[in-house]
Nanobody
């Protein structure tokens, strides 16, 4: 399975951006789709995740601003980001963790989001 993230770019503070991640290949239906990010010089952190039944979880600092969603038919998932702040500048990575043995964990290459005026 390969993941391809897209949608990053340069935006001004307060603007919106939507990231998408497309999975090619065969996935177990029971999985968690995850968006992570890494700010330059800091550790990678989980931003949002969504289960196969649509249960979501967010990092406190993005609650109310970011929305994660998924399309199970197309094996795609999204991160809608609104009211972006300079602190959201990071490389965003998509990840899929399968919840059935052997619990494969797939990562895509990052997409850079820069929030700057």
């Amino acid at each position: 399975v390969q993941l391809q993230a897209s949608g990053g770019g340069l935006v001004q503070p307060g603007e919106s951006l939507t990231l998408s991640c497309a999975a090619s290949g065969s996935l177990f239906s029971q999985n968690i789709m995850i968006w992570n990010r890494q700010v330059s010089g800091k550790q990678r952190e989980t931003v949002a995740e969504i289960s196969s039944v649509g249960k979501t979880k967010y990092a406190d600092y993005v609650k109310g601003r970011f929305t994660i969603s998924r399309n199970n038919v197309e094996n795609r998932f999204f991160l809608q980001m609104t009211n972006l702040e300079p602190e959201d500048t990071a490389v965003y990575y998509c990840e899929i963790l399968e919840l059935i043995h052997p619990y494969r964990d797939y990562w895509g290459e990052g997409t850079l989001v820069t929030v700057s005026s």
